[in-house]
């Protein structure tokens, strides 16, 4: 058993790694290092943004499958700012639905997602099974995770991404990355996010990123036991 579980940032990757025992090692790859946990765990630290993640994450599958030692899952992990009142400051969120916002063209008559447009996809399903057993171990609510390229700091444009997506619970730069490379390589993936601010104004005051990554470090302490047993043959 093969998880990669791909953050932005070292720090996001370090709280990952706290939720497992003894010291994760560094196996160097070309142009990447990872940190390798027990139980099976590779943690990558992707870059910040879809395009940089979606990379880095593609390029770590393709070493392994060139290794013959494919990868079953990939988990995007972070912390995330959250859509009040659904996804208060502290929370835990898991993705039934990985979403890229912004990946589209404004028109006079407003926003038209590149679906619409007539090619290319916007929004990744992670398992079903998954995402319950996931969320019934971990006590994280359950919506759909957007992938932004310019995190939203107004109330307007907050409003506006959620009467788009009107089951939006987080926003975030990199989950829509990860999940394009990981269908690209026929993997399942899963995104979980703790909430360290909400979606709106920037308020670099009210961000409680410690806290967020100790959230994250506890939800992942109680996800991994589900990913180590999940069946993804399961519906």
Do not use: C, Q
Request: no cysteine; charged share 20%.
């Amino acid at each position: 058993m093969r998880i990669l579980v791909a953050t932005a940032v070292p720090v996001e990757r370090d709280a990952v790694a706290r939720a497992f025992p003894g010291a994760a090692r560094e196996v160097p790859l070309p142009g990447v290092t990872l940190l390798r946990s027990g139980g099976g765990y590779d943690l990558l630290a992707a870059g910040v943004g879809p395009a940089l993640a979606a990379a880095f994450v593609s390029a770590v599958l393709t070493a392994a499958a060139r290794e013959g030692t494919p990868y079953r899952l990939v988990v995007s992990a972070g912390i995330a700012g959250g859509f009040l009142p659904e996804a208060p400051v502290g929370s835990l969120v898991l993705a039934d639905a990985i979403t890229a916002a912004d990946l589209g063209a404004e028109t006079a008559d407003g926003f038209l997602p590149v679906t619409e447009l007539g090619f290319g996809t916007v929004s990744h399903v992670p398992p079903p099974s998954l995402v319950r057993e996931a969320a019934t171990a971990t006590g994280a609510r359950r919506g759909t995770i957007l992938t932004v390229s310019t995190v939203t700091g107004t109330a307007a444009r907050a409003a506006a991404l959620r009467e788009r997506h009107p089951t939006a619970l987080a926003e975030a730069m990199e989950g829509f990355g990860v999940a394009e490379a990981a269908a690209l390589h026929g993997v399942p993936v899963l995104e979980m996010r703790a909430v360290s601010n909400p979606v709106g104004p920037r308020d670099r005051a009210a961000w409680r990123i410690p806290d967020a990554l100790a959230t994250l470090t506890d939800g992942f302490g109680k996800l991994a036991p589900v990913l180590e047993s999940w069946n993804r043959h399961d519906r």
